[in-house]
């Protein structure tokens, strides 16, 4: 009994020591992330609630296509200036800022529902404010975490960020789906007022308030803008395209994002409607296999070694390419779920390798900025890749994925030369 219990002790202490677990260990970094995990959760209500209550008062797709443009447009417009403002006042305090007015506008929802007083055009400002809050907060969040982890501990805590995202997104729409079914949409959107409550709250307490290693906040640094926030953006831009290392990444990256958001959005539900038995059950079974990809794909990430990130991101790049290539091919959906399974670990995986790259080679006064234009670039490109797709399935379903798999190849191997660049030592920071 003695042994044993020594061995379960030891056990124990060697779990607590693995470094995917050791960020839990901060107070800020656990308070970060269990204020993401329950706003995530509460989001997923939010995400499932709002399609739903939309078709319920006009029963109009275009209406909920709309309402959705309407979140996605101020997202797309602001999100340079949510990442020089995250510079420019420090991360944290825009993070706390944009959760408190994001729990105001789900509270003002929430009581329109109960009421039953809502109208389509508040959906549009509704929607319209919370992708806004969005492009601020976003940036700031990435440019925060380097500020409560120290480098050694950031892709692990990147890995558990990203891999609670990634579960939320998995678990999240059944059990919100029970939920409005059961109480109704009011609820679900009460209970995600009540998650970005309890996520200012978490921020609000912390006692790492900013930046250690930049000065925090541009106007008390001197920065070349004046406080201006157009020139900070300016500034930002000006920063990422003349350094060739970040500007050759970004640029392979937007190519994955570009090359997978068509054939994943548009060709899967095609495969499962044309090509598999079980229709929109084929096509569900598709999409939880990428959901536990992309999950494996984070835990796989925490453990991996922090050399040679770039020549990674270019191994996944051609291996993500000669999978889209594959896919169209797929005979059965066995098939189509193993290849599925395979390139979401890779993608959840580069996404955290991505984020901790940047982080910890953008100079930490560019940070917000830069990382506003790595999400731009993937979100900015989504909409062409969504009307290049369903054109060529109109041809034909295996020629949109072996085109797209053949750019994602063709491009990777036009950008493989920067590799080196990528991988090379961070320059020194004056």
């Known amino acids: 009994m003695v042994a044993s219990t020594s061995t379960i002790r030891l056990l124990a202490g060697r779990a607590r020591s693995l470094s995917a677990w050791q960020p839990l260990a901060l107070r800020d970094f656990r308070l970060l992330f269990v204020g993401q995990a329950v706003s995530l959760l509460g989001d997923q209500f939010y995400l499932v609630a709002l399609p739903w209550l939309v078709l319920q008062l006009t029963g109009s797709g275009l209406a909920l296509g709309t309402i959705l443009l309407a979140a996605t447009v101020p997202r797309m417009i602001f999100l340079l200036v949510g990442g020089a403002a995250s510079d420019w006042l420090s991360p944290h305090r825009l993070m706390v800022a944009s959760n408190g007015l994001r729990s105001i506008v789900c509270a003002v929802l929430t009581v329109l529902v109960l009421f039953k007083t809502v109208s389509l055009w508040h959906l549009f400002v509704l929607a319209a404010a919370f992708g806004t809050l969005d492009a601020f907060f976003s940036p700031a969040m990435k440019a925060f975490i380097p500020a409560l982890l120290h ?3 950031l892709l692990a805590g990147n890995a558990l960020l990203q891999g609670t995202n990634m579960l939320t997104k998995f678990i999240g729409p059944s059990l919100a789906g029970l939920l409005v079914a059961v109480a109704g949409t009011g609820f679900a959107f009460g209970l995600d007022t009540v998650s970005f409550v309890f996520v200012t709250a978490c921020l609000m307490v912390m006692k790492t308030k900013k930046p250690g290693s930049t000065g925090g906040e541009l106007a008390s640094t001197g920065s070349p803008s004046g406080g201006k926030l157009l020139s900070s953006i300016r500034d930002g831009l000006r920063y990422t395209l003349h350094e060739p290392a970040i500007r050759s990444f970004i640029i392979i990256i937007a190519v994955i994002e570009f090359a997978f958001a068509g054939p994943f959005t548009v060709g899967l539900a095609s495969l499962a409607n044309s090509r598999f038995s079980g229709g929109s059950k084929a096509f569900g079974i598709m999409l939880s296999t990428l ?10 990430a925490g453990a991996f070694k922090r050399s040679r990130l770039g020549f990674a991101t270019f191994v996944g790049a051609f291996a993500l390419g000669a999978g889209l290539v594959l896919l169209g091919f797929a005979p059965n959906l066995v ?10 670990a890779i993608g959840g995986c580069l996404q955290v390798l991505n984020t901790y790259w940047f982080q910890t080679r953008t100079d930490p006064q560019m940070l917000g900025r830069v990382m506003s234009v790595v999400m731009l670039c993937g979100f900015g490109l989504t909409p062409l890749s ?7 399935i109109k041809v034909s379903l295996t020629l949109m994925f072996v085109v797209n798999g053949v750019f994602l190849l063709t491009a990777a191997a036009f950008c493989v030369s920067s590799q080196r660049q990528i991988d090379s030592p961070r320059p020194a920071i004056d």
Do not use: D, P, Q, R
């Open 151 to 153: 480098e050694e501990k």
């Open 291 to 300: 959901g536990g990809g992309f999950l494996l794909g984070t835990v796989i």
């Open 335 to 344: 098939w189509a779920c193993v290849l599925l399974a395979i390139m979401a």
């Open 386 to 392: 969504y009307v290049i797709a369903g054109a060529l």
